[in-house]
Nanobody
Framework: QVQLQESGGGLVQPGGSLRLSCAASGSIFIIYAMNWYRQAPGKQRELVATAASGGVTTYADSVKGRFTISRDNAKNTVYLQMNSLKPEDTAVYYC???????????????WGQGTQVTVSS
C-alpha cells in the first residue's frame, strides 16, 4: 500500500522559516506530480505548490516568492521550503502525489495525513 508521510511542521514566528518533507513509500512508482495543499480551519483546502514532470513548478499567488517546492526523485520525496512566513500561512499542510503504483498498475492521487504549521507571535 502506498503511503505518504509528512514531517517538518511546527510553531514559528512571523518572518520565520520551515521546511516540510513528504516521502512516498510502500511500492515502486511512476510519479507524475507531487503537490502541497493546505487547509485552515473553516476554509477550503487549497493548492499551494506543484512539482510536475520535467521539473515544472507552480505556486499559488499567495506564496509565490516565499515558498519553494523541490523533489528528490531517487528518494521519492518532495519538500516545501517556506520562508517569510505569515500568520495567514497557518494551516494543516498535506502532501499529495499523482502517481502510478507499478505493483498494481494503478494511477491515482494519494494523500498524507497532514502536518500542522502555526505562524504566531
Amino acid at each position: 500500500q502506498v503511503q505518504l508521510q509528512e514531517s517538518g511542521g511546527g510553531l514559528v514566528q512571523p518572518g520565520g522559516s520551515l521546511r516540510l518533507s513528504c516521502a512516498a513509500s510502500g511500492s515502486i512508482f511512476i510519479i507524475y506530480a507531487m503537490n502541497w495543499y493546505r487547509q485552515a480551519p473553516g476554509k477550503q483546502r487549497e493548492l499551494v505548490a506543484t512539482a510536475a514532470s520535467g521539473g515544472v513548478t507552480t505556486y499559488a499567488d499567495s506564496v509565490k516568492g516565499r515558498f519553494t517546492i523541490s523533489r528528490d526523485n531517487a528518494k521519492n520525496t518532495v519538500y516545501l521550503q517556506m520562508n517569510s512566513l505569515k500568520p495567514e500561512d497557518t494551516a494543516v499542510y498535506y502532501c499529495n502525489a499523482d502517481l502510478k503504483d507499478l505493483r498494481v498498475n494503478k494511477r491515482q492521487d494519494y494523500w498524507g495525513q497532514g502536518t500542522q504549521v502555526t505562524v504566531s507571535s
